[in-house]
């Protein structure tokens, strides 16, 4: 301790050298990365020197702190759940987390000094930030990570065998799986909700659901999932299954099963979708079930490709299609679209519209995976390398969980539609204009006059929940918004019975959703009670239960789920 003021002292009297050369690596890493070639960077760097200073200083003061503990030897704790367990302690294994959470607290507080007024430089910078510190936890290597190197021993090498069997059967794959792809069966374990396929064509079969009440109401519920997923993650097993639940309520339910697309499909386009699925799904449920009004339901892009299809049958003069409108974290509004918006810009989608798209180029698909992995990390910690780690250096094997199953079943989009989407929503954000053309019609949301739910989730790092709020201020009809808690998944999938989470309401729907969560109640439990209460008074009277699935003109094909969820 007798040495301390001299230590001190001699870091206080050097100039920000730490501080200084973390900023000159900052540099470096923008000015050759082709994110920020043609972007005027030089003052973003120019933070005042007493700033810099009293980084350092605080920097020096912890680092000294962490050094005289591994001195002492004494244990180390931490909260951050990548080192909670107890060979963490140690003062060896403690001392490199202890210095890398350090560090990384350190460069994210750099970053908050710097001067990056352009919103997209910003999440860009914070974007590779962040990669680089969670790619560089000593957590993820071998060598430095305790739990590992104990499996190891005490398996007697089993553990590395494991993991190394988990990579190769990952790189096969190409991708990072966070449930083995036989935990579950679709048909037998998960998408097990009895019913028949009524229709198929290139781009979708239609499922209708036989019923699991007496009673049902007379307008049916028309379901359309994302297309970069299996539809399933609205049917999992019997206790979370949304669909289900709502047979149980006593409505029909009409469903669309996406095709996982192959080369044979790849020249489709976003009008193909609207007018071949979207709107073809409207047409054959509401023939199906007498022309009734249907409750049309839209989950992520599922929600975008329903409410264009409806703007599109406004546009087109046909009326009382529909009897209300559920979108669940859905955009339309695409101003701010969160963590995605680093990766988009015009180079980026113009590449893509020459490599896949058709513009100037050959027609190709969008591969499914690249998509998951792109989601993953965006949250690297908790859905990229947590599993690199127990998998990998720990020789684990995943956890059983459906939705980790769904999340990895994913589906390929035709190049032409997805680059249509990507110019049209998130680089341009075309759809709200009321000038954009689809179908050979001019799309206007605003006559879109039906009652509308909205549910955003509070974390959602997908679809932000205030973008999903602006959804209001677009629609013409009476607009409830809803804000349930946890993620894009898990906030939806939520069903009553587990009496989990919360859920936010509010009788007012201002402009602005800030304003909106001021006066917001918190409620207990899940947002379905909300919602399926709402739904009642768009349901139509009840009548006995609609047994026999299709029309004379609509035949059954096969059971579901159906060729196209196994594909």
């Given amino acids: 301790m007798d040495q301390a003021p001299s230590f001190t002292s001699f870091w206080s009297a050097q100039t ?98 710097l001067k990056i007024e352009d919103e997209k430089p910003r999440q860009r910078l914070y974007y590779l930030v962040e990669q680089a510190i969670a790619a560089s936890a000593p957590s993820n290597f071998f060598a430095s990570n305790p739990d590992a190197l104990e499996a190891l021993v005490k398996s007697n090498g089993v553990s590395l065998f494991n993991g190394m069997l988990h990579l190769a059967s990952d790189l096969k794959e190409g991708k990072l799986r966070q449930c083995d792809s036989g935990d579950f069966q679709v048909g037998r374990d998960v998408a097990t909700t009895p019913g028949d396929i009524v229709f198929e064509n290139e781009l979708f079969q239609l499922i209708q659901y036989r019923p699991l009440s007496e009673k049902q109401y007379q307008r049916p519920l028309l379901i359309v999932p994302p297309s970069i997923n299996k539809y399933y993650i609205l049917d999992l097993r019997p206790e979370n299954s949304l669909v289900r639940y709502a047979l149980e309520q006593g409505h029909q339910v009409f469903l669309v ?158 190049g032409p539609m997805y680059c249509w989407y990507l110019r049209h929503t998130y680089l341009q954000n075309d759809l709200k204009s009321g000038d954009l053309e689809c179908c050979g019609v001019r799309l206007d949301l605003s006559k879109i006059k039906a009652p509308t739910y909205l549910l955003g989730t509070q974390d959602d790092h997908i679809v932000p929940w205030r973008s999903a709020y602006n959804t209001s201020n677009l629609l013409s009809g009476k607009i409830r918004f809803v804000l349930g808690a946890s993620g894009h998944i898990a906030g939806v999938i939520n069903p009553p019975a587990q009496n989990k989470r919360h859920y936010w309401t509010n009788e007012q729907t201002p402009a602005d959703p800030d304003i909106w969560m001021e006066t917001a109640e918190k409620k207990p439990g899940s947002w379905w009670n909300d919602w399926f209460a709402w739904l009642v008074q768009h349901a139509g009277e009840q009548g006995p239960a609609v047994k026999q699935s299709g029309n004379r003109e609509y035949q059954v094909i096969e059971a579901a789920p159906g060729r196209y969820v196994k594909g």
């Avoid at 030089?42 to 007493?50: Q, R, S, T, V």
């Avoid at 060979?87 to 460069?107: E, I, K, T």
């Avoid at 979207?278 to 047409?283: G, S, T």
């Avoid at 918006?341 to 896949?356: A, K, L, M, S």
Wanted: charged share 20%; glycine share 8%; with cysteine.
């Fill in 16 to 113: 920000p050298f730490v501080a200084n050369f973390a900023l000159q690596q900052l540099r470096l890493w923008v000015n050759t990365s082709p994110w920020f070639v043609d972007t005027d960077n030089a003052k973003w760097f120019d933070i005042p020197a007493e700033r810099l200073h009293q980084i350092q200083s605080d920097y020096q003061r912890e680092w000294y702190q962490l050094g005289l503990q591994l001195l002492s030897r004494k244990p180390f704790s931490f909260t951050d759940k990548r080192f909670a367990s107890d060979n963490w302690s140690s003062p060896l294994f403690g001392s490199l987390a202890a210095y890398y959470l350090l560090n990384s607290r350190y460069m994210m507080e750099l970053l908050e000094e």
């Fill in 257 to 414: 099963s996406w095709r996982n697309f192959d080369a044979s499909c790849a020249g489709k386009t976003w009008d193909n979708f609207i007018q071949d699925a979207a709107i073809k799904a409207i047409k054959v449920t509401r023939a199906i079930s007498g022309g009734q009004p249907l409750n049309c339901v839209g989950f992520c892009i599922g929600g975008t490709l329903l409410s264009t299809a409806l703007a599109v049958l406004e546009a087109q003069g046909s009326k009382d299609h529909i009897s209300s409108l559920t979108l669940l974290a859905t955009f339309l509004d695409y101003s701010d679209t969160g963590v995605i918006n680093v990766f988009v810009d015009e180079q980026f989608v113009t590449q893509r519209e020459r490599t896949i798209g058709g513009k100037g180029g050959p027609v190709g698909l969008f591969r499914g995976q690249d998509m998951g992995n792109t989601f993953s990390l965006l949250r690297p910690n908790e859905l990229w390398w947590n599993y690199t780690v127990d998998k990998y250096l720990k020789g684990q094997k995943p956890r059983t969980l459906d939705m980790l199953f769904w999340n990895n079943d994913s589906t390929n989009l035709p």
